[in-house]
Protein backbone atom coordinates (compact mmCIF):
# COMPACT_ATOMS: atom_id res chain seq x y z
CA UNK A 1 0.00 0.00 0.00
CA UNK A 2 1.17 3.61 -1.01
CA UNK A 3 1.53 5.58 2.02
CA UNK A 4 2.99 8.99 0.09
CA UNK A 5 4.41 10.20 -2.63
CA UNK A 6 6.39 13.55 -3.06
CA UNK A 7 8.32 15.46 -5.74
CA UNK A 8 10.72 18.49 -5.71
CA UNK A 9 12.79 20.14 -7.96
CA UNK A 10 15.91 22.12 -7.70
CA UNK A 11 17.95 24.78 -8.90
CA UNK A 12 21.42 23.28 -9.20
CA UNK A 13 22.37 27.30 -9.52
CA UNK A 14 20.54 28.37 -6.30
CA UNK A 15 22.69 25.62 -4.29
CA UNK A 16 25.74 26.88 -6.25
CA UNK A 17 25.07 30.67 -4.84
CA UNK A 18 24.42 29.28 -1.76
CA UNK A 19 27.67 27.49 -1.13
CA UNK A 20 29.33 30.33 -2.11
CA UNK A 21 27.80 32.57 0.26
CA UNK A 22 27.58 30.18 3.58
CA UNK A 23 29.20 27.20 2.69
CA UNK A 24 29.98 24.86 5.85
CA UNK A 25 27.32 26.84 6.94
CA UNK A 26 25.24 25.76 4.91
CA UNK A 27 25.96 21.72 4.11
CA UNK A 28 26.28 21.15 7.96
CA UNK A 29 23.36 22.27 8.95
CA UNK A 30 21.22 20.10 5.97
CA UNK A 31 23.72 17.39 5.42
CA UNK A 32 25.18 14.12 6.93
CA UNK A 33 29.04 13.44 7.00
CA UNK A 34 28.57 10.65 4.52
CA UNK A 35 26.27 13.07 2.34
CA UNK A 36 29.05 16.09 2.44
CA UNK A 37 32.15 13.52 1.49
CA UNK A 38 29.88 12.03 -1.17
CA UNK A 39 29.53 15.29 -2.72
CA UNK A 40 32.66 16.51 -2.22
CA UNK A 41 33.95 13.43 -4.64
CA UNK A 42 31.92 14.65 -7.33
CA UNK A 43 33.75 17.39 -9.77
CA UNK A 44 30.60 19.62 -9.05
CA UNK A 45 29.38 18.97 -5.35
CA UNK A 46 26.52 21.54 -6.12
CA UNK A 47 24.92 18.98 -8.35
CA UNK A 48 24.82 16.00 -6.05
CA UNK A 49 23.97 18.54 -3.22
CA UNK A 50 21.27 19.79 -4.96
CA UNK A 51 20.22 16.25 -6.10
CA UNK A 52 20.15 15.57 -1.95
CA UNK A 53 18.70 18.75 -1.05
CA UNK A 54 15.40 17.49 -3.80
CA UNK A 55 15.52 13.70 -2.26
CA UNK A 56 14.90 14.74 1.34
CA UNK A 57 12.57 17.52 0.38
CA UNK A 58 10.55 15.21 -1.77
CA UNK A 59 10.52 12.58 1.48
CA UNK A 60 9.40 15.39 4.02
CA UNK A 61 6.37 15.85 0.86
CA UNK A 62 5.64 12.31 0.69
CA UNK A 63 4.88 12.24 4.78
CA UNK A 64 2.66 15.00 4.70
CA UNK A 65 4.29 17.02 6.96
CA UNK A 66 7.35 18.93 4.94
CA UNK A 67 9.96 20.10 7.61
CA UNK A 68 7.73 19.79 10.63
CA UNK A 69 6.40 17.98 13.15
CA UNK A 70 10.03 16.73 14.46
CA UNK A 71 10.81 16.02 10.56
CA UNK A 72 14.70 18.01 10.17
CA UNK A 73 17.39 17.89 7.26
CA UNK A 74 19.52 15.42 9.21
CA UNK A 75 16.75 12.80 10.23
CA UNK A 76 16.90 12.02 6.20
CA UNK A 77 19.79 10.86 4.83
CA UNK A 78 20.44 9.78 1.24
CA UNK A 79 22.59 7.23 0.64
CA UNK A 80 23.60 5.31 -2.00
CA UNK A 81 24.30 1.27 -2.88
CA UNK A 82 27.26 -0.08 -4.28
CA UNK A 83 25.98 -0.25 -7.25
CA UNK A 84 24.92 3.24 -7.45
CA UNK A 85 21.50 3.24 -6.60
CA UNK A 86 20.13 5.62 -4.03
CA UNK A 87 18.16 5.16 -0.91
CA UNK A 88 16.51 6.73 2.45
CA UNK A 89 17.69 6.19 5.90
CA UNK A 90 15.77 7.70 8.21
CA UNK A 91 16.47 8.51 12.05
CA UNK A 92 14.60 10.81 14.95
CA UNK A 93 11.68 12.58 14.46
CA UNK A 94 11.22 11.88 10.51
CA UNK A 95 11.78 7.97 11.61
CA UNK A 96 8.79 8.49 14.27
CA UNK A 97 6.41 10.56 11.84
CA UNK A 98 6.69 7.60 9.18
CA UNK A 99 5.83 5.18 12.04
CA UNK A 100 2.88 6.75 12.84
CA UNK A 101 1.87 6.29 9.72
CA UNK A 102 2.16 2.98 9.40
CA UNK A 103 -0.75 -0.03 9.59
CA UNK A 104 -0.74 -2.02 12.44
CA UNK A 105 2.06 -5.02 11.53
CA UNK A 106 3.34 -3.55 8.84
CA UNK A 107 7.09 -1.97 7.78
CA UNK A 108 7.77 0.55 5.13
CA UNK A 109 9.91 0.59 2.05
CA UNK A 110 10.65 3.89 0.62
CA UNK A 111 12.10 4.09 -2.79
CA UNK A 112 13.60 7.17 -4.49
CA UNK A 113 14.82 8.23 -7.61
CA UNK A 114 17.12 11.19 -8.11
CA UNK A 115 18.44 12.89 -11.34
CA UNK A 116 19.93 16.27 -12.85
CA UNK A 117 20.28 17.43 -15.82
CA UNK A 118 22.33 21.43 -15.06
CA UNK A 119 20.54 23.30 -14.21
CA UNK A 120 17.87 21.14 -12.91
CA UNK A 121 17.91 18.21 -9.86
CA UNK A 122 14.57 16.29 -9.88
CA UNK A 123 14.09 13.58 -6.88
CA UNK A 124 10.96 11.69 -6.50
CA UNK A 125 10.26 9.53 -3.60
CA UNK A 126 7.31 6.83 -2.38
CA UNK A 127 6.77 4.91 0.63
CA UNK A 128 4.94 1.95 0.96
CA UNK A 129 4.09 -0.19 3.44
CA UNK A 130 4.61 -3.86 3.79
CA UNK A 131 2.38 -6.39 5.57
CA UNK A 132 3.70 -8.37 7.95
CA UNK A 133 1.42 -11.11 8.30
Known amino acids: MIIGVGTDLCDIRRIEKTLKKF ?3 FTSRL ?3 AERSKAQQN ?3 AATYAKYF ?3 EAFAKSLGTGFREGVFWQSIEVKSL ?3 QPYIEVSGGARAKL ?3 LPANSTFDIKIS ?3 EYPL ?3 IVIICSINLL
Do not use: Q, Y
Open 23 to 25: GTR
Open 31 to 33: FSV
Open 43 to 45: PNP
Open 54 to 56: AGK
Open 82 to 84: KSG
Open 99 to 101: ESL
Open 114 to 116: LTD
Open 121 to 123: AHA
